[in-house]
């Protein structure tokens, strides 16, 4: 009992994932690679925070950072209305550029410009600044309207990074005619989110990725019934993560299954209620200590390892079906039949 115990405490510490340098040959190449993003990395991949009916950066995520150790999140949202007012202010030296016939003209390394002889436009004269007159380093009505287009079909380069193509053309959708273009009403404003790899002194492991993800839905949760909106988060990696979050669950749900199943057959084969449960109890112990061994192993729990779960209780049912039944056919007393059941049946069982 005082070994059942000890397992029965060691499996609630399983951890969920699947760590990819195991799944990899030793002499893949992506083994250095995942050891250096483990040894070096310390931060996370981006979080999207995606917002209907509230055109408003929530001031609740710069707060969640402060927290980073139960919050992951790394740094405070910024939505893409900052990132358009650095692009068109003065400081952003050449960001926003036009052409002398009005249109846009993108920084020296990109096309056009790259693709001249001489391989700047400033040198030819053919683009100039066009962040002038900005009034309180606001653009007025018209230039919001003019240059938020360029802005969203800007490509980030080594001049200028904050370049709206990629990161907003999709996020950010252009309303109206005549050039009365508002932003819609869907937008996504994001932030890095840490996965604690800035907070702790160790590699970051599966279990930081989902209990990021859990998290942030709580914390997006929280947000959702305080201010009435929709919101809700996304990340890169919660496409591959979001299993775990039920992966304990699933694996309980189905191991109860498999159990119950062996439990009704054992009862209409042996008819006997007290054999069924004690090879049901018995079914319980070994998959507490077959959990306890994959903590000591540091086994993670994901849908391979609940696969050879339920695939161990036929395994396990070979070993615990006979001796109860060779006990319920024996003749004699109790003490003679359990003789008569390890002497037959569990010497063959043991060995």
Same mark, same amino acid.
């Given at each position: +009992?005082?070994? &059942?115990?000890?397992?029965?405490?060691?499996?609630?510490? /399983?951890?969920?994932?699947?760590?990819?340098?195991?799944?990899?040959?030793?002499? $893949?190449?992506?083994?250095?690679? &995942?050891?250096?993003?483990? #040894?070096?990395?310390?931060?996370?991949?981006?979080?999207?925070?995606?917002?209907? *009916?509230?055109?408003?950066? =929530?001031?609740?995520?710069?707060?969640? $950072?402060?927290?980073? #150790?139960?919050?992951?999140?790394?740094?405070?949202?910024?939505?893409?209305?900052?990132?358009?007012?650095?692009?068109?202010?003065? #400081?952003? &030296?050449?960001?926003?550029?036009?052409?002398?016939?009005?249109?846009?003209?993108?920084?020296?390394?990109?096309?056009?410009?790259?693709?001249?002889?001489?391989?700047?436009?400033? =040198?030819?004269?053919?683009?100039?600044?066009?962040?002038?007159? =900005?009034?309180?380093?606001?653009?007025?009505?018209?230039?919001?309207?003019?240059?938020?287009?360029?802005?969203?079909?800007?490509?980030?380069?080594?001049?200028?990074?904050?370049?709206?193509?990629?990161?907003?053309? $999709?996020?950010?959708?252009?309303?109206?005619?005549? @050039?009365?273009?508002?932003?819609?009403?869907? =937008?996504?404003?994001? *932030?890095?989110?840490?996965?604690? &790899?800035?907070?702790? $002194?160790?590699?970051?492991?599966?279990?930081?990725?989902?209990?990021? +993800? %859990?998290?942030?839905?709580?914390?997006?949760?929280?947000?959702?019934?305080?201010?009435?909106?929709?919101?809700?988060?996304?990340?890169?990696?919660? +496409?591959?993560?979001?299993?775990?979050?039920?992966?304990?669950?699933?694996?309980?749900? *189905?191991?109860?299954?498999?159990?119950?199943?062996?439990?009704?057959?054992?009862?209409?084969?042996?008819?006997?209620?007290?054999?069924?449960?004690?090879?049901?109890?018995?079914?319980?112990? /070994?998959? +507490?200590?077959?959990?306890?061994?994959?903590?000591?192993?540091?086994?993670?729990?994901?849908?391979?390892?609940?696969?050879?779960?339920?695939?161990?209780?036929?395994?396990?049912?070979?070993?615990?079906?006979?001796?109860?039944?060779?006990?319920?056919?024996?003749? @004699?007393?109790?003490?003679?039949?359990?003789?008569?059941?390890?002497?037959?049946?569990?010497?063959?069982?043991? %060995?």
């Amino acid at each position: +009992m005082l070994q &059942f115990s000890v397992f029965v405490a060691l499996c609630t510490r /399983i951890q969920p994932g699947l760590e990819q340098k195991i799944v990899l040959p030793r002499d $893949s190449y992506l083994q250095g690679y &995942f050891n250096n993003v483990s #040894e070096y990395l310390r931060i996370g991949p981006p979080l999207y925070f995606v917002v209907k *009916n509230y055109n408003y950066r =929530l001031l609740h995520i710069a707060r969640a $950072s402060l927290i980073p #150790e139960s919050s992951y999140i790394a740094k405070p949202a910024a939505s893409w209305l900052d990132d358009f007012l650095v692009w068109i202010s003065p #400081e952003a &030296f050449g960001c926003c550029r036009k052409f002398t016939n009005g249109s846009y003209c993108p920084p020296n390394d990109p096309p056009p410009c790259y693709a001249s002889k001489d391989g700047s436009c400033n =040198l030819n004269g053919l683009c100039k600044d066009c962040t002038m007159h =900005l009034y309180n380093d606001r653009p007025s009505t018209a230039q919001f309207r003019e240059k938020l287009t360029w802005f969203l079909t800007a490509l980030p380069s080594a001049d200028c990074s904050k370049g709206g193509h990629g990161a907003y053309t $999709s996020s950010v959708e252009l309303k109206g005619g005549h @050039g009365a273009y508002t932003s819609s009403v869907e =937008l996504k404003e994001w *932030n890095y989110s840490s996965i604690k &790899f800035s907070y702790i $002194s160790h590699p970051p492991q599966q279990v930081d990725y989902v209990n990021s +993800m %859990r998290a942030q839905r709580e914390f997006t949760s929280r947000v959702s019934d305080s201010f009435k909106i929709k919101i809700f988060p996304y990340s890169v990696f919660y +496409m591959f993560f979001e299993q775990y979050l039920d992966i304990w669950r699933t694996a309980l749900i *189905n191991l109860a299954i498999a159990i119950g199943v062996v439990f009704v057959v054992c009862l209409v084969i042996t008819c006997s209620l007290w054999s069924s449960a004690i090879i049901l109890l018995a079914l319980a112990m /070994i998959f +507490m200590d077959l959990m306890g061994v994959m903590t000591i192993l540091n086994i993670q729990l994901n849908a391979l390892s609940v696969v050879n779960l339920v695939m161990a209780v036929g395994i396990a049912v070979e070993f615990c079906v006979h001796t109860p039944h060779a006990f319920s056919v024996s003749s @004699g007393d109790r003490n003679q039949r359990m003789k008569e059941a390890l002497g037959t049946m569990g010497a063959s069982i043991f %060995r």
